[in-house]
């Protein structure tokens, strides 16, 4: 009998912390970091802090929230690459426990917050994970349950909001970073939809006549009047601007979550099973063979010159040729992984890993460290 | 990856995140239909361990006459009361933990189908980078991730999100946690159904205690958790009653009387419900165990 109550409360107990187990692999924010580089200053928005910081140095300049400060309705978690426009600095908060986000303008000097959209007695917005976009006198962002917002950068007032129809699979929801071209403003969504919205009122200018077989989650690229779109189908699509009519593909290895790096007269896009190629404009490998990277290749690579830096999931930095395509050197962060595009700022490679004790490393161009930001 | 990790990826995580699709597939790409048909799937993959935990705990309270009869004998002898027990369980052939593996086994299934829903809802890249190497890929083709990305909405939540409706009363946002209290209810209901109630003050005041903290813990992780999650926790309730009441061959039992008699029958719950057996309770209430109950005295 005493077997039978020690047997029963102890499974009771047991279940109990399955439970506390269950509990805590909902409750860990993930880091989706985003960079930004203006005027010799890289922006990066990295778990729960936003730097401006000193390329060159690594100096910090300002963070957000200030050590000693509150953030208020801008607190928990940073995603989307920031947007610098005049004196403003505008990045997304999310709250990881809800998924609800919050636009935030801080002051370019210091780093203080100006305004947040919507304030905080109104409902947020969904997630965030694109980059913000700015076209210089309005800010753009792309919402993961399905709007389009423009604002004013000075005042964080919305000039315009756009819900985007829906395809049947719920709320159009928004990964990829837009791009703006002339008066258009192009978003491509989850629901493997490429759409253009008007510039100035948010109106819908056309759906691409051309729909992928998976979603469309990464950065777009553009170049010139043609715009290229990966895809969880493992094609990247090149697609006309003007109506948005698919103008060729090419099938990679597995996903193709970025658009390529345009470079001279070729594009260098990677795919989810680490490989990289190049490709001329009408989407023929160029490279004898594709790159192999040590693990999938989810951001855009960096095209410097004749170098082209491809960052790994598996936390790999690597320096290829661009002629053709062979490594170079390989530098290796673990445990960090490299998830978002690398940017390039005062002759310094910068990466920002995931799950890193570094929320920010610069490289000197032949890949030896510069500086480096601990958490 | 630790070779842990992959080898869970592999057997328990893996399959569970693609059967998850290819049921969202086959139910017209209804995210709850495929929970609940996992759910179904589950539980007959495990009925032959629940069944075989049912008849221990059937025979347990077979012996529940023998065993009050050597508590009253041998109540102050605690070691030859011991003794006892354990010699009339090897005559029975009565293994008293013999009910646990069966809900050991539950704990990695249920938290992996908390990840794998989680995994294939993808609400945030991390989780869709980890998706991606999850998914099955035929002809070097990925042709489950053409349904990525899943139709999360049902009615009033998102099932890849904690539950956060509300309703302006007066002009102030009151929560109105439905999923939460159904697995409040669902969670009470079925541990009130299956848990054999107790002569031994001790253990009725330990079992009430757990059968009041468990459907609240339960809410508590669901309200914190995805709504997905929460379907689970509903479907296993229901399931568990419906297997029950199979089992002991007593539907009204199962869903009337024990309340308004307030009486349990034999038959222990299965988690979520989360009531393991207990040999501590007197003659079943349930009509079946409750003639064998008899017969065993007579």
Known sequence: MRMSLWNRNILKGLWMLAGVALAACGGVPTSWPGMQVADQTLYVANLDQVLAVDPQSGQERWRFPPKDGNAGACGVVYHAAPAVVAGRVLIAAEDPATGESRLCGLDRESGALQWVYPPAEQPPLGPIFAGLISDGTQVFAGTGDGWVIALDPETGQPRWRTRLPEAGRGAARIWATPVISGTLLVVGTMDHRLLALDRESGGLRWPAPFQAQGAIAGALTLDGETLYVGAFDDHLYAVDLGGGQERWRFRAGHWVWDGPAVAGDRLIVGDMSGKVWALDRQGRPIWAQPFQANGPVRARPLVVGDRVYVADEAGWLHWLNRTDGTKVKSVNLAPGRLLTPSVVAADRIVVAPTGSPFRVIAFHPDLSEAWKLAR | ?298
Request: positive net charge; proline residues 9%; hydrophobic residues 45%.
């Open chain 2, 1 to 298: 990856m630790n070779p842990i990790t992959l080898i869970t990826n592999l057997l328990f995580f893996q399959p569970l995140i693609n059967l998850l699709l290819v049921l969202y597939a086959l139910l017209g790409q209804n995210f709850v239909l495929a929970i609940v048909a996992l759910t179904v799937l589950i539980r007959l993959l495990l009925y032959p361990l629940t069944a075989k935990q049912q008849q221990a705990m059937k025979k347990m309270q077979e012996l529940q006459p023998r065993l009050q009869e050597l508590q009253k004998k041998y109540g102050k002898d605690r070691e030859k009361l011991a003794q006892e027990q354990i010699k009339l369980y090897k005559e029975a052939g009565v293994n008293p933990l013999g009910g646990c593996l069966p809900l050991l086994i539950q704990f990695p299934i249920l938290i992996a189908v908390y990840q794998a829903i989680i995994h294939v809802l993808a609400l945030n890249p991390i989780a869709v980078i980890d998706l991606s190497k999850l998914l099955y890929r035929f002809d070097g083709f990925s042709t489950l991730s053409t349904l990525l990305p899943i139709q999360s909405q049902f009615l009033l939540w998102d099932l890849g999100r904690p539950e956060r409706v509300f309703v302006p009363v007066g002009g102030i946002l009151i929560p109105l946690p439905i999923m939460t209290l159904l697995v409040v209810v669902t969670t009470w209901w079925s541990q009130k159904v299956m848990t054999p109630p107790s002569t031994d003050p001790q253990t009725r005041m330990t079992t009430r205690l757990m059968n009041l903290y468990m459907p609240l813990f339960f809410g508590w992780i669901s309200y914190n958790l995805a709504v997905g999650l929460s379907v689970y926790f509903i479907v296993t309730n229901l399931i568990s009653m419906v297997q029950f009441a199979l089992v002991t061959r007593d539907w009204r039992g199962a869903l009337v009387r024990r309340f308004a008699l307030g009486r349990a029958p034999a038959v222990p719950s299965s988690p979520p419900s989360g009531s393991p057996p207990s040999g501590s309770a007197p003659p079943a209430p349930s009509p079946r165990p409750r003639r064998k109950a008899r017969s065993a005295k007579h």
